[in-house]
């Protein structure tokens, strides 16, 4: 199956910039420690979501994080993947 960036973009709920937010301070907030040295990071209502938007990742070549916020208990992605929320 071949994903696009539009697919990815469907997947996803809610996007931001992650590098240089401050987001270290709210360590306790992930199941794991996220790769504070990625770019972005992605919401997704859920494992499904999820492993359709790491699909189009791998499928792309770029790196990336799956993990989990427990404040929204929501899964999400950290990569350098910028998608098109920025080309606004």
């Known amino acids: 199956m071949k994903l696009t960036a539009k697919d990815f973009e469907r997947l996803t709920e809610s996007q931001m ?12 907030r992930f ?11 992605y919401w997704v209502e859920n494992s499904a979501a999820l492993v359709l938007a790491i699909k189009y990742l791998e499928q792309e070549g770029f790196e990336y994080q799956a993990n989990y916020d427990l404040k ?10 910028a998608g ?5």
Not at 17 to 28: C, H, L, N, P, R
Not at 72 to 81: G, K, R
Not at 84 to 88: A, F, G, T, Y
């Open 31 to 41: 199941g794991d420690e996220p790769n504070f040295q990625h770019e972005y990071i």
């Open 84 to 88: 098109s929320w920025l080309k606004v």
């Open 17 to 28: 910039q992650f590098k240089g937010i401050d987001w270290e301070v709210q360590i306790t």
């Open 72 to 81: 929204f208990d929501q899964p999400i992605i950290t990569t350098n993947y």
